[in-house]
């Protein structure tokens, strides 16, 4: 069965720095990865995918995500934090059963930048 | 366009109650899904439709029922509440992408009802 887990409940990083939040999935074929994010009362947004080629996949905002096959990973960065950024979010893998686009999701993680 | 659409915003509900929740997607996605959210719990499916004219459930489906009603529009009730389904309500949609080569499986979501059931 798909999965995806999200190690760190809660990350912390002062504005300006490197943020990376961690994501790591299995699957039993190619894996079709997926970052959103959850702002407060509100709905969640997509971020971006990996689906085949380049493992670095830049999405919206300034994140970025790197695909790493042999850790079975997918970890979302940013290479400067805002303190906008503040928010929940979301590793999803594709459900490959039915045939419909099912997405599961990991359990999520907390990003707070500090000013 | 305005994406993806839930009403209500808030609800509360006595224990026993019944409610539809309504939800539609102007981006002619062939799927729709109603999720709950949970603190620590992240989002868990509970009804899906892959297509106009299907449902099938999902991971946490007892005590829900849907109906695809076209297309565009996707409702989720509640026949009896219960205090365990208090939480937050998302509706997603997605593209088409079925077959290969893949063409979007990206889920766009609702702003979300939340529900407190007394």
């Known amino acids: 069965a798909q999965s995806v887990a999200q190690p760190e409940d809660q990350v912390n990083v002062a504005e300006g720095n490197p943020l990376t939040v961690k994501c790591t999935y299995s699957?039993?074929?190619?894996?079709?990865l997926f970052w959103y994010v959850q702002y407060p009362n509100r709905g969640l947004q997509f971020l971006l995918k990996?689906?085949?080629?380049?493992?670095l996949v830049k999405g919206s905002y300034g994140f970025e995500a790197e695909f790493n096959k042999s850790q079975t990973s997918f970890h979302l960065k940013k290479p400067s934090a805002l303190v906008s950024d503040s928010a929940l979010y979301f590793c999803?893998?594709?459900?490959?059963?039915?045939?419909?686009?099912?997405?599961?999701f990991g359990t999520g993680t907390l990003l707070a930048v500090q000013p | 366009n305005a994406g993806v659409t839930q009403t209500p915003k808030f609800q509360v509900l006595k224990t026993g109650q019944s409610m539809t929740l309504q939800c539609a997607q102007d981006?002619?996605?062939?799927?729709m899904y109603w999720y709950r959210q949970d603190p620590g719990m992240g989002l868990r499916l509970i009804y899906y439709?892959?297509?106009?004219?299907?449902?099938d459930k999902g991971e946490v489906p007892n005590g829900y029922n849907v109906s695809r009603l076209n297309k565009r529009e996707f409702s989720l009730r509640l026949e009896s509440a219960a205090p365990s389904q208090t939480s937050v309500y998302f509706c997603?949609?997605?593209?088409?992408?079925?077959?290969?080569?893949?063409?979007?499986?990206?889920?766009?979501f609702g702003p979300g009802t939340r529900l407190t059931v007394t």
């Open positions: 439709s892959a297509s106009e004219g299907t449902t």
């Open positions: 999803a893998v594709r459900d490959y059963g039915g045939a419909t686009n099912k997405l599961i």
């Open positions: 981006m002619n996605h062939n799927s």
């Open positions: 997603a949609s997605s593209g088409p992408g079925q077959g290969f080569p893949p063409t979007s499986y990206e889920q766009y």
């Open positions: 699957v039993s074929g190619n894996p079709y």
């Open positions: 990996y689906i085949t080629g380049d493992n």
